[in-house]
């Protein structure tokens, strides 16, 4: 299959990147699979709906390679790129902000607040911590280095330009990044500290959103140390030191311990469905608190501390 040509540089529109899918290839005097463009995404995208796409093909929100607008009955293109625009009709405002604790010509460095996801996806666009930055700092080519949960808080490093995301994720993979968090749960007396958690977290067999941890004898590949670090009542506040990065780690790691984070809806049991209307007051009591490196660009020793705090639930 030969590749489609090299994409233009899309604008970004009301601080939103365009999304990009590939049209397949046709053999050399085979029809077409689909008529039109209309008909591929309808098929291909199916979730979106062949009526809300149209709409946005008559609004100018799909463009081709040269970021030119396509109408609604644009004939299929085998070998190329389509670039969309996406939409969250009556999109939840998270009522909550970011604050910017540092910025150079390579890095920002956010404090995320709960409830507010990193990146677009879902129900989730505008009211978004990337998007807003973009907007905000007015750098449309900022991008993540790494994520953490929407219901968690604290610090996320972003990349400013493009061609140095590279030097800063290989500190991500190379696991020469030191990141520490803090989470609120039960107190207890039956573990020993500091403890070391190791286990094997594997996708949840019923939920697609939540995660598991496999079989005792399975190959660990997640590995967290927990401290306490102050009691209040039947609550303790604790350290945790992830060594992996495993989705949901931290959260899966203190419940097979007995010691699910205050205000976790998703662990030990669902509580709160991806798809329902969020509860503001009740936010998960874990926070990124911690992030320290060696700057792969200028060499310099790097240490930041996230300037948000967790709220201790009622001693009740």
Request: hydrophobic share 35%; proline share 10%.
């Amino acid at each position: 299959m030969s590749r489609p040509p090299r994409q233009t540089q899309m604008p970004t529109r009301h601080g939103v990147t365009a999304s990009c899918v590939a049209l397949p290839t046709v053999s050399p005097g085979a029809p077409p699979p689909w008529a039109s463009v209309l008909d591929f995404l309808d098929v291909r995208l199916p979730k979106v709906g062949r009526a809300v796409w149209s709409e946005r093909l008559k609004n100018g929100d799909v463009l081709d390679e040269e970021a030119r607008a396509l109408a609604p009955d644009a004939p299929y293109r085998g070998g190329t790129r389509l670039f969309y625009y996406r939409d969250v009709p009556d999109e939840v405002v998270v009522p909550f902000e970011a604050s910017v604790i540092y910025q150079d010509a390579h890095l920002v460095v956010a404090d995320k607040p709960h409830f507010l996801p990193v990146t677009p996806g879902g129900h989730y666009l505008q009211q978004t911590l990337l998007v807003r930055l973009q907007r905000k700092l007015g750098l449309p080519q900022l991008a993540p280095l790494h994520r953490i949960d929407r219901e968690t808080a604290g610090l996320v490093l972003f990349a400013v330009n493009p061609h140095e995301r590279g030097a800063y994720h290989a500190l991500f993979s190379g696991r020469t990044l030191h990141k520490t968090y803090e989470a609120i749960a039960s107190a207890t007396e039956a573990l020993s500290w500091p403890h070391t958690r190791h286990s094997r977290i594997v996708e949840h067999p019923t939920d697609f959103y939540r995660m598991c941890e496999a079989t005792e004898d399975a190959v660990p590949n997640s590995e967290t140390h927990v401290e306490p670090l102050e009691q209040r009542g039947p609550w303790a506040r604790y350290r945790l030191t992830p060594v992996t990065g495993k989705r949901h780690q931290l959260r899966v790691h203190m419940n097979a311990l007995g010691l699910p984070i205050v205000g976790d809806q998703l662990y030990p049991n669902v509580l709160h469905g991806p798809d329902e209307a969020e509860d503001f007051s009740e936010p998960l009591r874990l926070l990124a608190k911690s992030l320290s490196f060696t700057d792969p660009l200028t060499g310099e020793a790097r240490q930041f501390e996230s300037g948000l705090g967790l709220r201790w639930p009622s001693p009740a």
